[in-house]
């Protein structure tokens, strides 16, 4: 008891004061007696305190018994493995010029797709996450989208990765179930997380968007100066540019990234990429082409943020960019016989953001296409180029209220066949609600 300690330190004191008082008395032995005294009646009272105690601790006992039945040997945990329970709103005004747009010289997934005018309420993303032990965290989102009527729910992400004690060497992460895998740099994140209210014309054609296979993948930081990171995954090879998967086991990945800091203010990220895997029938805008064969793509990203006062939420320049490079050999169902097809096509976009104030961005963004060249059986159907690159020239501008709150304005001129430009005009809502996991870099 602290009061017991209080005394051993004050017996001394009190001691040595009395002695000094009485230093001309020889009655030693009174003063023993004086002192013996005041030690009693310090631990009666501290008897007495310590009886008090006792009996209102199990008093609070007896009232917290009847306010939570049988919990008395129920632990109560912190609230670290709750999961983080979130959605994301995004609804678009759309505007376009011309009725119809479609890709010359390119199979497009349905995702890929321009998408509809007027308005009209996007994916609405619901997410769970959280860590599920002191080894592995999960993730699950899903996305409620709108097609031909109905409102149909879609499984976009669902995994699990391991943390830092999980048993794995240092540096390495394991990540495993259905997600947005590392292929360049936008198709880590959510489109809902992109500085446009588009995708460029490079994730359109080669990624209908995205690449979420199911799969599993594993990376490894290396423990260098600067930061690099090599890695690769297995996937089942349902998900485009592959699909229709045989075996279950149609396409692996691989690829390496290194990154590092420009001065106190500058950083920069420069990765390569490569996927490979095997197709079967896979269908090609609304002729009914399909392909069967085998696809290999290959990415190179680059990013390079500066935050010229130092400090990123006041004002922010990002410049970024991706080139993909697809080599494809197979054939193409026609209707009328089977054409072979051995032929490679690539793309690039670049684009600028600025933040100039802590709420308000501008941008520049363009996108370019090389379609390959088609035989002579493919002449006449959406494959055929004519000889035309499509690209596209986006700007836009957006305010955002805080971290959970933005408002986007959005041109875009795009050019996907030959004398076939496209006015674009986006007025976009992006809202979040409850709390949402970090985006990668």
Known sequence: MKQKLLYALAAPMLLASTVAQAADSKDLQAILKEVRDMKQAYETRIQSLESQIKTLSQSQSKVQAKRVPGSGNT??????FNPSVSAVVVGTATS??????????????????RGSEGLSLGETELNFSSNIDDKFYGSVTAAIVREDGSDLVELEEAYFQTLPGA??????????????????????????????????????????????DDGAEISYVLPTDTYAEVGGGVFRGDDFPFGGSVSGLGGWSAFGRVGGDIGDDGSWRLGAYGV??????????????????QSDLYAVDLRYTWAPTGNASDKELILQAEYFHRLEDGVYNVGSGLVSFDEDASGWYAQAVYKFAPAWRVGARYSRLHAPDVPLGLVGSDLDSSGHDPDAFAIMGDWTNSEYGRIRMQYNREELANNASDNQFFLQYIMSIGAHGAHPY
Do not use: C, M
């Open 276 to 293: 490979h895997g095997d197709v079967n029938s896979r269908a090609s805008n609304e002729d009914a082409i399909t392909f069967t064969g």
């Open 167 to 212: 048993g794995l060497p240092d540096g390495v992460q394991l990540k495993a179930g259905r997600a947005f895998w590392k292929l360049g740099y936008l198709n880590e994140h959510h489109q809902h997380a992109d500085d446009f209210a588009d995708r460029p014309l490079t994730h359109r054609v080669f990624l209908n968007k995205s690449f979420n």
């Open 75 to 80: 632990k109560v945990k912190g609230n670290a």
């Open 96 to 113: 376009f010029s011309r009725t119809a747009s479609e890709f010359a010289g390119f199979g497009v997934g349905e995702e890929g797709e």
